[in-house]
């Protein structure tokens, strides 16, 4: 009888516990994206315009933002900065598509060089993260100096990898940078780099 007991009761436990992981895995998984602020509309609602280099499924998104997300955003929340919004994931099927920004973040406020999108041609570690050497896209190495005038080197941090691994930092494959816009006047320049992610079109 005891057993019977202790069986039932593990039974019912263990159903409440699947039921409650499955509750939480309806919810919608909080999404990012990047881009340029195309425009700012009166009511504060922002259109952001997605670069190239790494595809978030739409090109652009128009986003409502609340006077909370916009005062913590800072000044910079303006037209032409490089943003990056988190919302819930859910959008309308509308043209272009909205969805409400739950955090809005200036990473720079211009956009012009902010993407470096490039093909490794080394990587280097250290205690504080990667140097990996870029050649830009569109740009064939020709194993000769001239390779140093269109190089970049990236300094990557150590949790600066989104959809990356150490593994995949090999020569060949295809990057794109989201940097903070300065360069050093070194030959190939530097780049302080925010996030690496796979390139994509």
């Known amino acids: 009888m005891m057993k019977r007991i202790i069986f039932v009761l593990t039974t019912i436990i263990g159903g409440l516990a699947l039921f409650a992981a499955c509750g939480k895995s309806a919810e919608p998984a909080e999404e990012v994206y990047r881009g340029t602020v195309s425009s700012i509309s009166e009511d504060g609602d922002i259109l952001v315009t997605q670069l190239d280099g790494h595809n978030y499924g739409q090109p652009e998104i128009l986003f409502h933002v609340s006077d909370e997300v916009f005062t913590a955003s800072g000044d910079g929340l303006q037209q032409d900065a490089f943003v990056e919004i988190r919302y819930s994931g859910i959008l309308t099927r509308s043209i272009p598509p909205q969805g409400t920004a739950?955090?809005?973040?200036?990473?720079?406020?211009?956009?012009?060089?902010?993407?470096?999108?490039?093909?490794?041609?080394?990587?280097?570690?250290?205690?504080?993260?990667?140097?990996?050497?870029?050649?830009?896209?569109?740009?064939?190495?020709?194993?000769?100096?001239?390779?140093?005038?269109?190089?970049?080197?990236?300094?990557?941090?150590?949790?600066?990898?989104?959809?990356?691994?150490?593994?995949?930092?090999?020569?060949?494959?295809?990057?794109?940078?989201?940097?903070?816009?300065?360069?050093?006047?070194?030959?190939?320049?530097?780049?302080p780099v925010y996030l690496l992610l796979p390139y994509s079109e």
Do not use: C, H, W
């Not at 005038?149 to 090999?170: A, K, M, R, S, W």
């Not at 300065?182 to 190939?188: F, K, Y």
């Open 102 to 191: 739950l955090s809005a973040k200036v990473i720079a406020s211009f956009s012009e060089g902010i993407l470096q999108n490039g093909v490794i041609q080394s990587v280097a570690d250290d205690s504080e993260g990667f140097q990996v050497t870029i050649l830009p896209i569109g740009y064939a190495a020709t194993g000769t100096e001239e390779d140093l005038y269109n190089q970049i080197i990236l300094d990557v941090p150590l949790d600066g990898l989104e959809g990356l691994t150490e593994d995949d930092l090999v020569e060949g494959a295809q990057v794109s940078a989201i940097t903070q816009g300065i360069a050093t006047a070194s030959l190939p320049p530097r780049m």
